[in-house]
């Protein structure tokens, strides 16, 4: 017989994790991010000695528990780190294969002569196989031994927290793409919209909101889903329709081989993006027309427009973004981008709550080297450090001043003259404006005129 595979007791530990997150009881902490600490332990039980393989997607991966930490963390406002380490806490003990959590999180500029921390610990700490005493350090003076069970309350309790976060989650989002629907005019009586669907975390939920507003919309409006089945090799085709069938909503999946196009012009290491994208349109803007949609329903959000703006800003030498509505290339559809208010990483929590059956892109998706792909990442960082800084940018986007800028398609500058009378935009451009660091997320504390 075999040898049974040794087994050892497993944990994935990050330490020293320091950045800016929003808590706080005081005025300016409640103005402005303040410094965290974060030590975290995650349980992962009796594991192999040795993994089945070398591929980090088979284990958990510790860059994605650092990002889980700096996303809940920075989410949004709470007053008290009791609060903000039982929500971090709570999230970690979601991720796959975890059975236990210790978390430490200090605040580094309260006093001069102290540290100020909260320890928790929550789930199992005694896995299969040799068991160890709990790190003293990271241990909470009224923690659960670590020989203990959780208990139904325990559990009950989890329960209830992760159905108020959920909720809470989908009320934000309701409100986000309802009020995007609203400022732009998306969507009126009889519209029938056409929700693209492409088996991403954006255009699922896109697609989970719509049906939600459409129950309780003051106007009625159709939704039919569409998907275009590129060819893509390995593409799984019965995914989206299993999934749209069990919505029980009228759907239309549309196969067209531009793989192999892309695949054929475009030469080997450059950008694939560009044809794809035109071939995509050309397609789904022909598919409207057959199914009588009124509407194009994308699923951009508030990061990719972001970034786009900095894509043309660096690349193109143009301001210029995604607009959240606008008429088609050929001049027949109107499309919408309801999703413009939202945030990427509340689509990531959503994916996660509701299990959408992600489809990962094989094409665009893995040219990881995209300029896109680099802008994304600088937006991240700036959130990162500054919580709060994407929702600024998006509110600039809304209260443009061509005066103050240099188009002079847009602003007569050729004509301008003193008039002797003062000019409440006069040049301020030198003028110190007390703006803040930075401003708490979801919140706007930079006002433009």
């Known amino acids: 017989m075999p040898a049974p595979t040794a087994h050892a007791s497993q944990s994935l530990t990050l330490t ?54 700096i996303e809940e ?19 970690l003990l979601q991720l796959p294969g975890v059975i236990g959590v210790r978390v430490k999180i200090a605040k580094l500029e309260i006093f001069d002569d102290c540290e100020v921390a909260i320890r928790a610990e929550a789930g ?62 998306m969507i009126g009586e009889g519209d029938r919209v056409m929700v693209c669907l492409s088996g991403g975390k954006d255009s699922y939920g896109l697609l989970d909101i719509l049906l939600k507003l459409q129950a309780r919309a003051p106007v009625r409006f159709e939704l039919i889903a569409v998907n275009l089945d590129q060819k893509q090799p390995g593409f799984p085709a019965e995914v989206l329709p299993n999934y749209l069938r069990g919505l029980g909503i009228p759907f239309h999946i549309e196969t067209q081989d531009t793989y192999s196009i892309v695949k054929e012009k475009v030469p080997e290491g450059k950008t694939l993006c560009s044809l794809c994208s035109r071939l995509r349109r050309g397609i789904l803007y022909r598919v409207a027309s057959e199914l009588g949609a009124t509407r194009i329903a994308l699923g951009h959000h508030r990061d990719d427009i972001l970034a786009t703006l900095l894509l043309n800003m660096f690349f193109g030498g143009k301001l210029k973004a995604m607009p959240p509505k606008l008429v088609s290339d050929d001049g027949r559809h109107v499309v919408i981008r309801p999703l413009a208010y939202v945030a990427e990483r509340d689509l990531i929590r959503w994916a996660e709550h509701r299990r959408f059956p992600i489809i990962p892109c ?88």
């Open 362 to 449: 094989t094409l665009c998706g893995s040219q990881e080297n995209l300029q896109r792909a680099q802008a994304v990442a600088l937006l991240r960082e700036w959130e990162r450090k500054h919580p709060g800084r994407l929702d600024n940018m998006l509110h600039a986007l809304q209260h443009i001043v061509p005066s103050h800028l240099m188009d002079t398609r847009l602003h007569d500058f050729a004509h301008i003259e003193a008039t002797g009378r003062p000019d409440p935009e006069g040049d301020r451009a030198f003028d110190a404006d007390p703006w803040p660091e930075a401003a708490p997320a979801g919140e706007q504390v930079v006002h433009f005129r």
């Open 73 to 91: 963390c920075t989410a949004e406002h709470v007053n008290l780190l009791e609060t903000l380490i039982g929500k971090l806490a709570h999230r």
């Open 124 to 185: 199992q700490w005694c896995a299969p196989g040799p068991s160890r005493p709990p790190s003293p350090d990271m241990l909470s003076p009224h923690a659960t031994p670590a020989d203990a069970e959780p208990t139904d309350a325990d559990a009950e309790r989890a329960r209830k927290r992760a159905a108020f976060e959920a909720h809470k989650l989908e009320k934000r989002l309701c409100r986000e793409v309802g009020r995007a629907i609203v400022d732009y005019s």
């Open 16 to 69: 020293g994790l320091r950045f800016d997150a929003n808590l706080g009881i005081l005025e300016h902490e409640k103005s402005a991010p303040q410094p965290i600490q974060v030590d975290a332990e995650l349980n992962l039980g009796a594991q192999p000695l040795l993994p089945r393989d070398d591929d980090i997607s088979h284990v958990l991966d510790y860059r994605k528990v650092r990002r889980i930490i």
